[in-house]
């Protein structure tokens, strides 16, 4: 079968002309806001020269090679040129992406990270290959009920399950909501992938199946309301189920905890007191154009003073995590990294703290900042972190 019978943009992907308006962030001597053309710096790496690429392959005018799909799979679905290319077909690059990666799985041509990473998820229901029956680690010494009914269900994800500095972020998620006294409860080792890396990464059947298993599990149990620590199971189940009957009200973490701060119902008159700047995740902010929320929190919090760095919002840089990439890791291994990049534009406004809203952007970020040698000037902490330090407890960093 021809590309073109298959390919869904094949109508579309030929107007990109390479302009390369994609690749700027705020200003014309600044080309550094597409991780991987941040991080190779070749033209192949940018958005306009991934598509080209991309054409010439389904075309085929290029053979495929281990190098062309790891440029492919570079991309980590940040949407920064979706917000920067001037044309109308702005609103379709990530799906041409992923489209072209679904083209690629098709014919079983991934590079093995990829292939590893979806296999981890068939198989163990996470993308680092760990047991199932370890999903509820994290919860240790946090006294959390399993969900059987309770106003809210508290999706972890697959990081915040496992990874262990993204678990002190899921249980300061679990101790806050229990201190204001909201009804919810965890599905435990019941939980599985929601499948957000999944489909960006373009395994379309894996993807609607985690789709149908969630959406079948949560039904079954009468949840309505989910609340999510991570801004990518946010963006699964809040953009993606309802094409397979989903039909749930979702709310990333930072909405929950800004509204029990509001109605009193969490006492941050602790405060916290540094230089705060924040990362605006990209599956929270240009996935789901939440950009005030989290920014209200940390401004609420007293002592705390919140610093912008210049690239924020819609123009923030990527942590380099999207698309499966902070386990699938294409973009490490030197100082050109966007993580690395971004917790240096953090440290340049001063701050003395990075504040994330995200588990993964948290743990490449972390890990960025250990590479930098910035440990000492610059500590890394979830707003959740934040916000139990104010509340005065102790704070979910307890391992
Ligand atoms: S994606 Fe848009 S902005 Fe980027 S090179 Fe192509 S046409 Fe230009
Ligand atoms: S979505 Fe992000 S990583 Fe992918 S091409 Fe666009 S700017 Fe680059």
Same mark, same amino acid.
């Given at each position: 079968?021809?590309?073109?019978?298959?390919?869904?943009?094949?109508?579309?992907?030929?107007?990109?002309?390479?302009?390369?308006?994609?690749?700027?962030?705020?200003?014309?001597?600044?080309?550094?806001?597409?991780?991987?053309?941040?991080?190779?710096?070749?033209?192949?790496?940018?958005?306009?020269?991934?598509?080209?690429?991309?054409?010439?392959?389904?075309?085929?005018?290029?053979?495929?090679?281990?190098?062309?799909?790891?440029?492919?799979? #570079?991309?980590?679905?940040?949407?920064?040129?979706?917000? +920067?290319?001037? %044309? !109308? &077909?702005? @609103?379709?690059?990530?799906?041409?992406?992923?489209?072209?990666?679904?083209?690629?799985?098709?014919?079983?041509?991934?590079?093995?990270?990829?292939?590893?990473?979806?296999?981890?998820?068939?198989?163990?229901?996470?993308?680092?290959?760990?047991?199932?029956?370890?999903?509820?680690?994290?919860?240790?010494?946090?006294?959390?009920?399993?969900?059987?009914?309770?106003?809210?269900?508290?999706?972890?994800?697959?990081?915040?399950?496992?990874?262990?500095?993204?678990?002190? #972020?899921?249980?300061?998620?679990?101790?806050?909501?229990? +201190?204001?006294? %909201? !009804? &919810?409860? @965890?599905?435990?080792?019941?939980?599985?992938?929601?499948?957000?890396?999944?489909?960006?990464?373009?395994?379309?059947?894996?993807?609607?199946?985690?789709?149908?298993?969630?959406?079948?599990?949560?039904?079954?149990?009468?949840?309505?309301?989910?609340?999510?620590?991570?801004?990518?199971?946010?963006?699964?189940?809040?953009?993606?189920?309802?094409?397979?009957?989903?039909?749930?009200?979702?709310?990333?973490?930072?909405?929950?905890?800004?509204?029990?701060?509001?109605?009193?119902?969490?006492?941050?008159?602790?405060?916290?007191?540094?230089?705060?700047?924040?990362?605006?995740?990209?599956?929270?902010?240009?996935?789901?154009?939440?950009?005030?929320?989290?920014?209200?929190?940390?401004?609420?919090?007293?002592?705390?003073?919140?610093?912008?760095?210049?690239?924020?919002?819609?123009?923030?840089?990527?942590?380099?995590?999207?698309?499966?990439?902070?386990?699938?890791?294409?973009?490490?291994?030197?100082?050109?990294?966007?993580?690395?990049?971004?917790?240096?534009?953090?440290?340049?406004?001063?701050?003395?703290?990075?504040?994330?809203?995200?588990?993964?952007?948290?743990?490449?970020?972390?890990?960025?900042?250990?590479?930098?040698?910035?440990?000492?000037?610059?500590?890394?902490?979830?707003?959740?972190?934040?916000?139990?330090?104010?509340?005065?407890?102790?704070?979910?960093?307890?391992?």
């Amino acid at each position: 079968m021809m590309f073109t019978d298959t390919y869904r943009f094949n109508d579309v992907i030929h107007r990109c002309f390479r302009c390369g308006y994609c690749k700027f962030p705020t200003n014309w001597m600044d080309v550094n806001n597409c991780p991987p053309y941040a991080r190779f710096r070749m033209e192949p790496y940018s958005c306009g020269g991934r598509l080209w690429l991309t054409r010439a392959w389904l075309n085929e005018e290029l053979d495929w090679s281990e190098h062309l799909a790891e440029i492919l799979y #570079s991309c980590t679905t940040c949407r920064n040129c979706e917000v +920067k290319c001037p %044309l !109308s &077909f702005n @609103v379709d690059i990530v799906n041409m992406v992923v489209a072209a990666r679904s083209e690629m799985i098709e014919r079983g041509k991934i590079p093995g990270a990829v292939k590893r990473f979806l296999e981890n998820i068939d198989l163990h229901g996470n993308p680092y290959g760990s047991a199932r029956s370890k999903r509820d680690a994290w919860m240790e010494g946090v006294e959390i009920e399993g969900y059987n009914g309770q106003e809210y269900l508290y999706y972890v994800g697959c990081t915040g399950s496992y990874d262990t500095r993204a678990q002190k #972020s899921a249980r300061a998620l679990g101790m806050l909501l229990r +201190k204001a006294g %909201l !009804s &919810f409860g @965890v599905l435990g080792n019941q939980e599985n992938c929601d499948g957000n890396e999944v489909h960006k990464l373009g395994e379309a059947g894996l993807f609607e199946m985690l789709a149908q298993e969630n959406i079948g599990r949560f039904n079954g149990l009468g949840a309505k309301k989910i609340i999510t620590l991570s801004p990518h199971a946010y963006n699964a189940i809040k953009n993606l189920y309802p094409r397979y009957g989903g039909d749930f009200r979702v709310f990333h973490y930072t909405r929950v905890i800004f509204e029990l701060i509001k109605e009193g119902k969490l006492d941050i008159s602790g405060g916290f007191a540094a230089q705060v700047t924040y990362h605006d995740p990209c599956f929270l902010g240009r996935w789901n154009e939440e950009y005030e929320t989290p920014r209200r929190i940390l401004a609420a919090v007293p002592s705390l003073r919140l610093i912008e760095m210049e690239k924020n919002r819609d123009a923030a840089l990527c942590c380099g995590g999207g698309a499966g990439n902070f386990e699938i890791d294409l973009l490490s291994g030197s100082e050109s990294s966007p993580a690395r990049r971004r917790v240096r534009q953090a440290a340049e406004t001063g701050a003395t703290v990075l504040a994330a809203a995200c588990p993964k952007c948290l743990v490449m970020l972390e890990d960025a900042a250990k590479a930098e040698e910035l440990e000492g000037r610059l500590s890394i902490r979830d707003i959740l972190e934040i916000v139990t330090d104010a509340c005065g407890m102790e704070s979910g960093l307890q391992t």
